[in-house]
């Protein structure tokens, strides 16, 4: 398909472990966004690229969350010594616009289960 | 305050009612703003964007008010197939990042 795709669809780790999800956004989208969903609330913002670089990653809970997009496409956000708090869904979105002003289009998300 | 706040709901209606959510937002100099649609466990979809002059889309009409900081949504004629959550959401003065509400849950039943 032409949409954004996450991967894997579900994550179950213990607490301590390291975890990476990948995400491959729509071709030619030249911005790619993280979103960490806790259940009941709205997406929070985490981190965002322009082609390589990453701009804001103001939204990084800690140091402990990693982000990269090396070639401008394919992104991995990483979570080393994982810890229950983590749990949540991990959003990926892209979009053509480098201003904001278009819509970002969502993948299905990761799930993610701490123990 | 949040940046971004709106009615948790949820609002229960009868099919063929129209029913309206307001937002309201905390930075003046917000730029951009949009309405989307999540479905339980699923991801976020754009419903419609919310120009200043206002937009409507079939039975979905969209208002922006800059001077309240507010936007809402109106739907008319619900259907069940619009239960969900809506999010406003709006694009903040510095950079490319959108800032979410936390939504409001829609219930349409028959």
Known sequence: ?115 | RKEVEQDPGPFNVPEGATVAFNCTYSNSASQSFFWYRQDCRKEPKLLMSVYSSGNEDGRFTAQLNRASQYISLLIRDSKLSDSATYLCVVNMEYGNKLVFGAGTILRVKS
């Not at chain 1, 729509?26 to 969903?37: A, K």
């Not at chain 1, 103001?58 to 394919?74: C, H, M, Q």
């Open chain 1, 1 to 115: 398909g032409a949409g954004v795709s996450q991967s894997p669809r579900y994550k179950v780790a213990k607490r301590g472990q390291d975890v990476a999800l990948r995400c491959d956004p729509i071709s030619g989208h030249v911005s790619l966004f993280w979103y960490q969903q806790a259940l009941g609330q709205g997406p929070e913002f985490l981190t965002y690229f322009q082609n390589e670089a990453q701009l804001d990653k103001s939204g990084l809970p800690s140091d402990r969350f990693f982000a990269e997009r090396p070639e401008g496409s394919v992104s991995t956000l990483k979570i080393q010594r994982t810890q229950q708090e983590d749990s949540a869904v991990y959003l990926c979105a892209s979009s053509l616009s480098r201003t904001g002003d278009q819509p970002q289009h969502f993948g299905d998300g990761t799930r993610l289960s701490i123990l």
